[in-house]
């Protein structure tokens, strides 16, 4: 079992950054993917990257490619997102979530999933 605590979330302007990290704990790191999602409200639950700490292979949604980035540092345990040129639209909680295997069809599929961190807010001002 592995637990994930989120931070880095906070207040920021459009056209602005913000990097999130995921901490992972009670588990080998190395044995799982770690996805970001988001859920603004009144939507669902949206996959926007993941990373496989064992290959280090890298997925994002179209609505995030090209500002996010996922990076992972496996010697801290600890994911990364750096997200940049940040819209109004991102404005959401940030989940990070870990699966045992990569499901390379539909890797942002939150049904994949096992472990959830607890979330954090993300609010990108217009």
């Known amino acids: 079992e592995v637990q994930l605590v989120e931070s880095g979330g906070g207040l920021v302007q459009a056209g602005g950054s913000l990097r999130l990290s995921c901490a992972a704990s009670?588990?080998?790191?190395?044995?799982?993917?770690i996805g970001w999602f988001r859920q603004a409200p009144g939507k669902e639950r949206e996959g926007i990257s993941c990373i496989s700490s064992s290959d280090g292979s890298t997925y994002y949604s179209d609505s995030v490619k090209g500002r996010f980035t996922i990076s992972s540092d496996n010697a801290k345990n600890t994911v990364y997102l750096q997200m940049n040129s940040l819209k109004p639209e991102d404005t959401a909680v940030y989940y990070c979530?870990?699966?045992?295997?990569?499901?390379?069809?539909?890797?942002?599929?939150?049904?994949?999933?096992?472990?959830w961190g607890q979330g954090t807010q993300v609010t990108v001002s217009s």
């Open positions: 979530a870990a699966a045992r295997e990569l499901i390379r069809a539909t890797p942002l599929l939150p049904l994949w999933y096992e472990y």
């Open positions: 009670g588990s080998t790191f190395d044995d799982y993917v």
